[in-house]
Structure formats: structure tokens, C-alpha cells
């Protein structure tokens, strides 16, 4: 089973190919270009690397979201086209999934946050699962730092690029409660996405690659101006569950 897999779920891209379990080739990119100008040229390289053909590719593993409403919107649009032409299955991950298997292994609560701007994260809480990846203990979700950090009484591990945005307020709340990964485990890993995604897969978990869309957890600014003019101006908070 061979698995393309990518991210382009925040600021960075990851790209992957996976020979079952095995890694073969995992690109990684933090150099905020745009993703649109780099998701294609990545695959083809990846692909190159590996000697491998686009035909041969049996699985493609995309992350969904929550994240960066362009960056879901490419990657989906990729996935699509991808699986069109090839014939190729999808399927899903979360985005806060893959950043969790980051800390596989920790006996700590573990907190993946993505800044999803407007000072909020997109985050939920995981426990580690033995072998396999940490399990989601929470719906994933969208708040505050704040709200979120209120009445925390266990030590937690963070990590994401919503941990390193907030890190001075979380310290400030949690004191020795809060822990922090490296730098490199606060991105998500395509090798991660192409992982969870093949489980995903084998327990029977694919896309339509017709109608799938990316879960967003939130309104873009476009409905919300819909949604407020039709309300007559007045202002209304609205969020995706």
C-alpha cells in the first residue's frame, strides 16, 4: 500500500510517502510561501525521490481541518484532483490528531493548539494510547486561551503553533502545570497525516472525494458578513461545532 500524504493545514507543508508503514520520503516546509505555489511542486518531487509514479499511489491521506481556511481549501482542492484523476481513495485527518502524535508516548494530558487567530485556538485534549496514537479526550474545538486555561489543575503538555503564540499567557495561568515540546514537534508531520490515515483507512474510514469538504470548526469572514447583513448589521457569533 503506498500513501501520499500531506498538510497544508497552517503556515508550514508537509509532504509524505509511505510504503505501508514505512517512510520513504517526507518533505518539510516552513518558508511561508504560498501553498498553492508549492503543493504541486512538493508531490512531484517527493515522488521523484521515491522513484515512485503517481499511478502507484493507492491512498492519499489529506488533514481536514481546523486550520487555515486557504490552506484546507488547497489541500482538499489537491486531494480532489488527485483522486479524479487517479482514481485514487481519501482519506481524512484531523489536523489536531496529527500534532497530538507528536507526543505520542507522554504520560502528560496533551493539548495540541493551532492559532486560529482573533485571539483563539482550535484545540482539544488527548491522553497517550499505548502503542497507537494519543486518543481525543474532548470535541475538538474553538476558544479563547483563557476560557480555555480556566480551572486547569493538572499538568499539561502544549504544543502548536497556537502553544508557541500564547505561551507567555499559559505559563502566566498554569506556572509549573504547563509543559512545551521542542520546536520541531510543534508542527504537524505529513509522515503523522499518512499514518493515522492508512488506520483510518483499514478500519474501513474513507472520503467521498466528490463532496468532501474541509471542517472549518468556524465561520469564514465571508459568511459572517452574509450572516450580519442578513441579521441587519447587528452582529452574531456563530461557530461550526
Known amino acids: 500500500m503506498i500513501t501520499l500524504a500531506f498538510d497544508t ?5 508537509s509532504f509524505a510517502l509511505l510504503k505501508d508503514k514505512i517512510l520513504l520520503v517526507e518533505q518539510f516546509m516552513n518558508t511561508g510561501r ?8 512538493a508531490i512531484r518531487q517527493i515522488l521523484s525521490a521515491a522513484g515512485i509514479g ?21 489541500g482538499a482542492g489537491t486531494a480532489k484532483g488527485l483522486a479524479f484523476a487517479e482514481e485514487t481513495l481519501i482519506v481524512g485527518v484531523s489536523t489536531l490528531d496529527a500534532l497530538a502524535a507528536n507526543a505520542s508516548g507522554s504520560a502528560l494530558t496533551i493539548c495540541p493548539m493551532l492559532d486560529a487567530r482573533k485571539g483563539e485556538v482550535y484545540t ?23 476560557i480555555l486555561l480556566t480551572d486547569m489543575d493538572r499538568p499539561v503538555l502544549f504544543l502548536g503553533d497556537g502553544a508557541i503564540a500564547y505561551e507567555g499567557l499559559i505559563r502566566s495561568i498554569l506556572a509549573d502545570k504547563a509543559h512545551f515540546v521542542p520546536d520541531p514537534f510543534n508542527y504537524i508531520r505529513a509522515a503523522s497525516v499518512g499514518l493515522i490515515g492508512l488506520k483510518k483507512f483499514r478500519d474501513g474510514d474513507s472520503l467521498n472525494s466528490l463532496i468532501f469538504a474541509p471542517r472549518y470548526l ?24
Open 124 to 146: 482539544a485534549f488527548y491522553r497517550a494510547a499505548g502503542a497507537d496514537f494519543p486518543e481525543r479526550i474532548s470535541d475538538e474545538r474553538v476558544i479563547s486561551p483563557e
Open 218 to 241: 468556524r465561520l469564514s469572514e465571508a459568511e459572517t458578513r452574509k450572516l450580519t447583513e442578513g441579521n441587519g448589521g447587528d452582529r452574531i457569533n456563530i461557530k461550526r461545532k
Open 9 to 13: 493545514s497552517t503556515k508550514t507543508g
Open 54 to 74: 503517481i499511478g502507484d499511489v493507492n491512498l492519499l491521506a489529506v488533514t481536514v481541518g481546523p486550520g487555515s481556511f486557504t490552506g484546507l481549501r488547497i
Open 34 to 41: 504560498n501553498h498553492g505555489e508549492t503543493v504541486h511542486p
